[in-house]
């Protein structure tokens, strides 16, 4: 492994003040280095997607640092965190969030369009084996089809870093897995630094190092010795 | 307070801005309804009762001399009810302050007793007396203008002699609530008066001792007005009758009709639009509410709510909005309904107003605008009705959209992937694109609605000023005089030119058919008053035939080769049946007319006549002295004046007793522009708050529905990098297009409305012709696009606050 892609420092974020303050995260540190896979776990309320969205750019910190490289994300205001999304970020979401009016190689497109060094769509789309259907609408695709659309718009852009937010969440196991290989192939072929949130605990075992999360805090930290493949998974 | 219900308070609270934008539409709806059907009743209300107290009269009549001692006869024709015989005759005033002349209607008030017909109100002093030689009631406008009080005096030329008359009352009168002087087309109250004198006086001035020469008679209800008109015109007729007529043709009614003509036209137009575009805004807020809650009401239905419980707890929500734009409304419409009602007593006279405002009306405009409301949403709340619990709760299938191209055109990519996410949203609700562009386009066209008047009232100055009627004063004799009278005209001082023209008041029939004008005999190829054909180029008369208005030919349905029949009211028994011959241009009113005068059989003209003030008919002079058999006589002449005399021509027109009235035309056209563009700025204002509150209504809505529809797919793009521009432009390409769509539409709708308010605006008196400059279009688009500009920027702001951490992490 090489130089960390991510460093984050006591890194803190509360909602609400006085009574109703709620610590959604309470000093996390923690690198995150080149072409790593991560997985994070944990409960729900456990501040996983908190964590997610400040490295994503999403949210703001409320104390601590982030850096993304020599980026600090913490001290980047609204249009520098636009920027850094624009450039080095891939986002895949639980419901996939893609546009309804687009088809499948439209909603790639819409990325790349805007991209500094983007892979054409119809290679993203052939990553994730969906050249077939790329002239589709996502309500003429099925939800396994839809996140890989996701997929190949997060990865069209060649982020440096992937971040995914329980995207097998709404899928069954089948379809799953092909999601999990379109992941796994992006990080290996791509070198692509890739954070996978999931309530899955089978879908640690593909990942290089699991960080368990509890209370806002990293509570663990174990490095898989031997991954294993996708459709090896015990889902 | 029921759950629902709070649920119902706190979903208004959260919606109030959209609420309030539907509210204010609908206010714009309710007060349009108010204020027309308002001020039409209560200037309706006002006229009938001022009508009714002060007796004014059915039947009117004038004559050279008419015996008094016929008064008995006319009373006894069936339905007659009162009768009064009066001096009235045009004089001219001098007054102080005033360099030119004004001129006045004296009109006799009988002896000893109140008049049967057309009594006056005393508004200050009292009527004058017979004893007092010198005493005068005076119009109660003319006062103001002068401000006179009853002890002033001014002097007034009468039947060649100038006298001081002692002001002792000021009055108004039914009879003239619209008082316009000679030569003009708006009251001028400096320039124009009615004054009242005291019948044995003006017997004397006027040498008319027994003798009278205008009739106004009262009928009794359900009398046969044609009935008596046609047996008082054959008991007029050997005393110089010019024939009998009701009162549509009476000068003050027939102006108050118009507008009130124009009133109603204005309350079955303006406020159904509003009610639509409100009818359809609700239809959209509320069909996304349901949509958006549709978990909601699956739930509630689970938890036992009945349909239409369910049902009702949205159209309430509906019901709400719809009271808050009638409250709105009904506060605005009263406060602008009184204000438009005082406009009206200040433009007509009237001593009180009845401000006529009647529950029914809120209760109608109130039960329209819930009705438009709750019709907007009956499709969505019939679809609550049909939605299952289970269903409901389930999140709605995707929407499926659809290629705008086909499919061999995907590699063509002509437009950005934001650019085809506004395409496609847009196109894939074609009928909301459609109804969304037309209450845009509704905007614009209300706005060009209001603002073509100007262009067409220029148009109508124009041709009438600059084209047509060219002389700088127009004098009238007192009685006709021999062709010789132009002579002394040109040898008043500073006349530069003089051109005699000969008027007489004449009935035109075409069977059934009959048409009071005065014809108007002028020299060939004069050239300060021109009659012009429709293209606006001036027609020389020729030496026989006539020259009629289109309006004229229109009522009385004339097409070349008819024939009309000319009565000369002045010349009793002076019938001519004429023939029409056809004028070979094609054009249907454009007319050749042949002549016949007792046996003789005159030549054929041809005849067109673009006009927009009162009904015409022109001749040549030789021609209509000719048929009139009684030599070469003038009634006046068009004069052009050098400037820097008209102190003195001034001076000699007062003095000069065969001059009746002058009418000047620098001054009229100052006042009619004036008075025009005061009337025309009111309603501007008017018309462009509504139509920016209507432009504001329909896109701050569809933008604000298009965005919680998008909310999400938005904040994706906000997520994959897209700067906030990026992503507003999704939503303002596609409001951009509704709106551009939209101008054409308003455009053509602007024009055809326009059309509309100028139909109900033309009568006898008006035909003010149709002009729409580009300007006028652009100006109008441009305001909707300020108005849409704000709300796009309101909008806009809403999407920078879009909070994409818990946009993402929910389903839709």
Redesign the interface.
């Known amino acids: 492994m090489s130089d960390p892609v991510f460093r984050s420092i006591n890194l803190t974020k509360i909602y609400g003040t006085g009574e109703v303050e709620v610590r959604a995260l309470d000093g996390v540190t923690m690198d995150l280095n080149e072409s790593e896979m991560v997985v994070l776990l944990g409960p729900s309320g456990s501040g996983k997607?908190t964590f997610l969205?400040i490295m994503?750019g999403?949210?703001q910190a409320s104390g601590g640092q982030v850096y993304y490289k020599d980026l600090e994300l913490t001290a980047c205001n609204e249009?520098q965190l636009?920027?850094?999304?624009?450039?080095h970020?891939g986002?895949v979401?639980q419901?996939y969030?893609l546009?309804?009016?687009?088809?499948a190689?439209?909603?790639v497109?819409?990325?790349t369009?805007?991209s500094r060094a983007p892979m054409t769509p119809d290679e993203a789309l052939a990553m994730v084996d969906l050249s077939d259907r790329a002239?589709h609408?996502?309500?003429?695709l099925s939800g396994g089809e839809q996140q890989r659309v996701a997929i190949a718009?997060a990865i069209a852009k060649k982020p440096e870093v992937l971040l995914c937010?329980e995207p097998t969440g709404a899928l069954d196991s089948k379809t799953g897995i092909i999601v999990l290989e379109a992941l796994d192939r992006i990080n290996q072929e791509l070198g692509t630094t890739t954070l996978v949130i999931t309530h899955n605990a089978g879908i640690q075992q593909i990942a290089h190092r699991v960080l368990f999360f509890k209370d806002g805090r990293i509570e663990q930290e174990r490095v898989n010795q031997n991954r294993l493949a996708p459709n090896e998974v015990d889902w | 307070m029921a759950m629902l219900d709070r649920k119902l308070s706190r979903d208004l609270v959260r919606l109030w801005a959209q609420g309030l934008a539907i509210a204010l539409v609908m206010a714009c709806g309710v007060a349009t309804i108010i204020i027309s059907v308002g001020a039409y009743r209560s200037l309706e209300e006002t006229r009938a009762a001022f009508y009714d107290r002060y007796r004014f009269a059915n039947i009117f009549a004038s004559a050279k001399r008419v015996p008094e001692s016929l008064k008995p006869e006319i009373a006894r024709i069936p339905a007659v009810g009162s009768v009064e015989m009066r001096i009235v005759k045009p004089v001219l005033l001098d007054m102080r302050a005033m360099q030119e002349p004004a001129s006045a209607l004296v009109v006799s008030l009988p002896q000893h007793r109140q008049s049967r017909v057309n009594r006056l109100y005393l508004r200050l002093g009292r009527l004058p007396s017979s004893r007092g030689r010198d005493e005068v009631a005076i119009a109660e406008r003319f006062a103001k203008a002068h401000n006179l009080r009853p002890g002033d005096r001014f002097d007034v030329i009468m039947n060649s002699r100038k006298r001081s008359l002692k002001i002792v009352g000021i009055v108004l009168s039914p009879e003239y609530i619209y008082a316009i002087g000679p030569g003009d087309m708006v009251p001028d109250d400096r320039r124009f008066a009615v004054i009242y004198m005291s019948q044995k006086v003006l017997h004397g001035i006027f040498d008319m001792q027994g003798v009278a020469n205008d009739i106004a008679i009262t009928t009794l209800r359900n009398a046969d007005e044609s009935m008596i008109i046609e047996r008082l015109d054959q008991l007029l007729r050997p005393y110089g009758g010019q024939g009998a007529h009701g009162r549509k043709d009476q000068m003050s009614h027939a102006f108050l009709d118009a507008e009130l003509q124009q009133l109603s036209g204005m309350s079955k137009v303006i406020p159904p639009i509003f009610l639509f575009v409100s009818a359809f805004l609700v239809n959209m807020i509320l069909s996304r509410l349901i949509t958006l809650e549709r978990q909601q009401i699956g739930l509630l239905k689970a938890l036992g709510y009945g349909g239409w419980a369910v049902g009702w707890h949205y159209a309430k929500f509906v019901v709400i909005i719809a009271l808050v734009g009638l409250v709105i409304g009904a506060a605005c419409g009263y406060w602008l309904g009184r204000e438009l009602t005082q406009l009206y007593a200040k433009f007509f006279s009237f001593p009180f107003l009845i401000f006529k405002q009647n529950a029914d009306l809120y209760l109608l405009a109130g039960g329209i605008t819930v009705a438009a409301a709750l019709l907007g949403t009956v499709k969505s709340i019939r679809s609550i009705g049909k939605l299952t619990p289970a269903v409901a709760m389930q999140p709605p299938?995707?929407?499926?959209?659809?290629?705008l191209l086909a499919?061999r055109f995907?590699s063509l990519?002509l437009f950005?992937?934001?650019t085809?996410?506004a395409l496609?949203?847009l196109f894939?609700w074609p009928f909301r694109l459609l109804l969304t562009s037309c209450g845009t386009a509704l905007s614009t066209a209300l706005l060009v609605t209001a603002m073509f008047t100007y262009d067409s009232v220029d148009f109508m100055i124009d041709t009438i000023f600059f084209r047509a009627d060219r002389q700088d004063a127009t004098i009238s004799f007192a009685s006709d005089k021999s062709q010789r009278a132009i002579e002394d005209v040109l040898h008043l001082p500073g006349v530069i030119r003089a051109e005699p023209f000969r008027v007489t008041p004449v009935k035109l029939r075409n069977q059934h058919r009959e048409v009071r004008l005065s014809i108007f005999g002028s020299r060939p190829g004069t050239r300060l008053n021109r009659v012009l054909d429709k293209d606006l180029q001036p027609i020389n008369l020729p030496p026989n035939g006539i020259v009629l208005s289109q309006r004229v030919a229109e009522k009385l349905r004339l097409r070349p080769g008819d024939g009309v029949e000319i009565e000369f009211l002045e010349k009793h028994g002076s019938l001519s049946s004429v023939p029409f011959v056809h004028s070979g241009s094609g054009y249907a009113t454009e007319f050749g007319v042949a002549q016949t005068v007792a046996s003789a059989t005159l030549p054929a003209v041809v005849g067109v006549a673009q006009n927009f003030v009162g009904l015409t008919a022109n001749m040549s002079l030789q021609g209509l002295n000719r048929l009139m058999g009684d030599g070469r006589q003038i009634s006046g002449a068009r004069i052009l004046i050098d400037r820097d005399q008209q102190p003195q021509l001034y001076r000699a027109i007062k003095s000069m007793p065969a001059i009746a009235s002058i009418a000047l035309q620098g001054l009229s056209y100052q006042k009619f522009r004036d008075t025009i563009e005061e009337n025309i700025a009111i309603m501007n204002r008017v018309y462009v708050a509504l139509a920016v509150i209507m432009a504001f209504g329909v896109i701050y809505n569809s933008a604000r529905i298009q965005l919680s529809e998008r909310a999400?797919?938005l904040a994706?793009?906000?997520?994959?990098?897209?700067?906030?521009a990026?992503v507003s432009r999704v939503l303002l390409t596609e409001l951009a297009i509704i709106i551009l769509l939209a101008q054409p539409l308003g455009w053509v709708l602007g024009y055809a409305f326009s059309w509309g308010v100028l139909k109900g605006f033309q009568s006898d008196l008006f035909r003010v012709p149709l002009v729409v400059h580009t300007s006028t279009f652009a100006t109008a688009s441009l305001i909707v696009l300020l108005a849409a500009a704000l709300s796009a920027l309101i909008v806009r702001r809403r999407i920078n606050q879009l909070d994409?951490?818990s946009v993402?992490?929910?389903?839709e």
Request: charged residues 25%; proline residues 4%.
């Open positions: 997607s969205n994503g999403l949210d249009s636009t920027r850094y999304r624009r450039d970020v986002f979401f419901f969030n546009i309804p009016s687009l088809t190689w439209e909603n497109a819409l990325v369009e805007v002239h609408f996502p309500a003429q718009r937010d | 299938s995707p929407v499926a959209y659809k290629s499919t995907h990519h950005s992937q934001l085809t996410m496609r949203h894939r999400r797919e994706s793009l906000r997520v994959f990098g897209f700067t906030r990026e994409l951490v993402l992490k929910t389903r």
